[in-house]
């Protein structure tokens, strides 16, 4: 069973930067994170593998946001730098599965709000 437990959202002005952070417990794989704007459906965010050697990102948030991990101490980011305001979402992290598409396991959920 793995648990996940996302930090670090919260209001940025539009241009401004964010770190997300998810600390997990159990086993991980690849993991990812995946965002929920008001009214719209779940989309996926960034993707990293086991070593952290390969990601992969949305075409919307590429160039501006960057994943990463530190395998010692269990833990995933993700760096969001130059926010608008249609990156305004619950961003949640997620591990197992097909990460891109159809992940196993979800946190609860952290909201970053970008005003204009």
């Known amino acids: 069973q793995v648990q996940l437990v996302e930090s670090g959202g919260g209001l940025v002005q539009a241009g401004g930067s964010l770190r997300l952070t998810c600390a997990a417990s159990?086993?991980?794989?690849?993991m990812g994170w995946f965002r929920q704007a008001p009214r719209k459906e779940r989309e996926f965010v960034a993707v990293?593998?086991?070593?952290?050697?390969?990601?992969a990102y949305s075409d919307s948030v590429k160039g501006r946001f960057t994943i990463s991990r530190d395998g010692a101490k269990n833990t995933l980011y993700l760096q969001m730098n130059s926010l608008k305001p249609e990156d305004t979402a619950v961003y949640y992290c997620?591990?197992?599965?097909?990460?891109?598409?159809?992940?196993?396991?979800w946190g609860q959920g952290t909201q970053v709000t970008v005003s204009p």
């Open positions: 159990g086993s991980t794989f690849a």
């Open positions: 997620v591990a197992g599965g097909v990460v891109t598409t159809n992940p196993d396991y």
């Open positions: 990293i593998n086991w070593t952290g050697g390969s990601t």
